[in-house]
């Protein structure tokens, strides 16, 4: 056994002749020492939850009918006749919906401590096209059911990005694959979800870790850190571990998420007959309360600005430093925002 170890090593070294220092190197990367506080640490959250997509997302493929005569039919089969066919899916939802919430979570933090300044400007725009490609996944796997919510929830989508100045049109067309929402829509929803978004993502997510590893994590230093010299613990085991204990917090939520509220499935899609009430996922709801608040111009065009501002706020936020030093206008600013997100959201949640 021993020697047989010794061979297959030996193997190795010959095969894939990388030093053993690389590893030594990986492994002993110097943390700072306020990612001890988990929720510093969230930034890994969203890459476990992903890959718990990916695994799920292509089981579920093995059975999933991309097509509007058998979409439905083909999630009822999953759901209620494939053995722990309902578990995978259920797990599909939740983890998706728990990732959205990593994401929002994250951005949140980062946001809060100014980790977003020089010189990792171009790594929080990153991050804002991680946080858009997270919501665009949630609604095209939510359109994928088919059932009559979901149908209706892409017909106003569709609907709302016709709206877009200058190229509506054009995206709305694209979208829909024709006037309306129909066979074309969901295969292009399929192609989005199942290989273009995760493309996207897995790219975004590449280039995000390696600016992190590039530039280092922002360090932060505490009242009661002050004046102490600086302090850091090694990748390995310390951090590993740490990532390892919030990830078996998560698959625990996710076992308790999937028991008690598995995921269901409505009335199959109906083009003839609409909805009384259209809602869309909860992730959309403040964009939905806003747009009721509005015009449909009036709210697409704020919904896009908001957007933009979110992008580019490294920017602004370098201007407001400069005219009004001290004043945490950044701050105070994304307090707002963060509230009135969160009062659009309940708002429509509660109607």
Avoid at 294 to 304: A, D, Y
Wanted: proline share 6%; with cysteine.
């Amino acid at each position: 056994m021993k020697k047989a170890l010794q061979n297959i090593k030996e193997w190795l070294e010959t095969s894939a002749p990388v030093p053993g220092e690389f590893f030594t190197k990986v492994t002993s990367e110097p943390v700072p020492h306020h990612l001890k506080r988990w929720w510093f640490a969230l930034g890994g959250t969203p890459a476990y939850l992903f890959i718990i997509q990916v695994i799920t997302g292509i089981l579920l493929t093995f059975y999933y009918v991309p097509e509007p005569g058998h979409a439905y039919e083909s999630v009822r089969h999953i759901t209620y006749d494939i053995n722990f066919g309902w578990i995978i899916r259920s797990v599909h939802k939740w983890s998706a919906n728990l990732m959205i919430v990593a994401v929002i979570l994250h951005v949140f933090r980062v946001f809060f401590t100014g980790a977003y300044r020089r010189p990792r400007e171009l790594n929080w725009m990153i991050g804002c096209g991680i946080l858009g490609c997270t919501l665009i996944f949630g609604f095209t796997g939510y359109s994928l059911i088919y059932e009559q919510l979901s149908y209706w929830g892409a017909t106003v989508a569709a609907n709302i990005t016709q709206n877009v100045p200058l190229i509506g049109d054009y995206l709305g067309r694209f979208m829909r694959g024709g006037d309306s929402v129909e066979e074309n829509t969901l295969t292009r929803f399929f192609v989005f979800h199942t290989m273009l978004l995760p493309l996207a993502l897995t790219l975004l997510l590449v280039i995000h870790i390696t600016l992190i590893r590039l530039l280092g994590v922002t360090e932060f230093v505490f009242e009661e850190d002050k004046g102490k010299p600086e302090k850091h613990f090694p990748f390995f085991p310390n951090h590993f571990l740490m990532e390892t204990i919030i990830a078996m917090c998560l698959t625990l939520l996710l076992t308790f998420l999937v028991v008690f509220f598995p995921a269901s499935l409505g009335p199959p899609a109906d083009p003839f007959l609409t909805p009384e009430h259209i809602k869309p996922e909860w992730y959309f709801y403040f964009t939905f309360r806003w747009l009721k608040l509005t015009s449909l111009q009036v709210g697409v065009l704020g919904t896009g600005v908001a957007y933009m501002l979110l992008i580019f706020w490294p920017f602004i936020d370098r201007i407001l430093v400069k005219r009004f030093p001290d004043k945490d206008i950044s701050v105070w600013l994304g307090v707002v925002a963060v509230l009135t997100l969160i009062v659009l959201t309940i708002w429509e949640a509660m109607a």
